[in-house]
């Protein structure tokens, strides 16, 4: 630790390139699993589906586990960059469920108050950003986002996770149905 007694985090860079697909990973503060909470989850997606249109990315694949969320996105640049559809996306939601648990008195907001006293629900800082520039890296990023729940022992088949984009690929529907953009050939050009 710096002797000035502050953690210093590396920066995050993000690479704006127009046509790169971006595979997004972000964490609630600390790593609390603050999407144990189903209605909490649901929220996220309804946030996520009320987010697309306004910053018109593409969606390709997606998951929320109860510490964070990865999302495979094509942003639409330069008209907005990545960095306003997530403070645009994780502000809005956050501020929901801040302002809900304010109002029941939860516990779990004594938890999530960072050093300066200010309550959290996203760790600070970026996350991470990686560009997507191949169909082999692309098709590796979709399995690891769909079968994240499963490694993690939450459901036995990927397809079981109702808060990821595996049943819309395997075909089931729900009803909130986010839906996904469609993969052409052409989005990776190697």
């Not at 046509?19 to 997606?45: E, H, M, Q, W, Y």
């Not at 939601?93 to 959290?120: E, M, N, T, Y």
């Not at 022992?153 to 109702?162: E, S």
């Not at 839906?179 to 052409?184: C, F, G, T, W």
Request: with cysteine.
């Amino acid at each position: 630790m710096p002797s000035d007694g502050q953690i210093h985090r590396k920066r995050l860079h993000r690479y704006e390139v127009p046509g790169d697909l971006r595979f997004l990973t972000f964490s609630c503060f600390n790593r609390i699993p603050l999407f144990n909470n189903d209605a909490i989850k649901d929220l996220f997606v309804k946030e996520l589906e009320r987010t697309r249109p306004l910053f018109e990315f593409k969606l390709y694949a997606w998951v929320i586990m109860p510490e964070h969320v990865h999302l495979l996105l094509k942003p639409k640049l330069p008209e907005f960059p990545v960095k306003d559809v997530l403070a645009e996306l994780k502000g809005q939601f956050s501020g929901r469920v801040l302002r809900r648990w304010r109002k029941l008195k939860a516990p779990i907001l004594k938890r999530i108050v960072d050093s300066d006293g200010k309550q959290r629900f996203w760790l600070p800082g970026g996350g991470h950003d990686r560009n997507i520039y191949t169909a082999d890296e692309l098709e590796e990023k979709i399995n690891y986002v769909h079968h994240n729940p499963v490694k993690r022992g939450l459901v036995k088949y990927a397809t079981d996770w109702r808060w990821g984009s595996a049943r819309w690929y395997a075909g089931i529907r729900d009803d909130w149905d986010l839906k996904l953009d469609p993969l052409s050939p052409f989005e990776i050009t190697e």
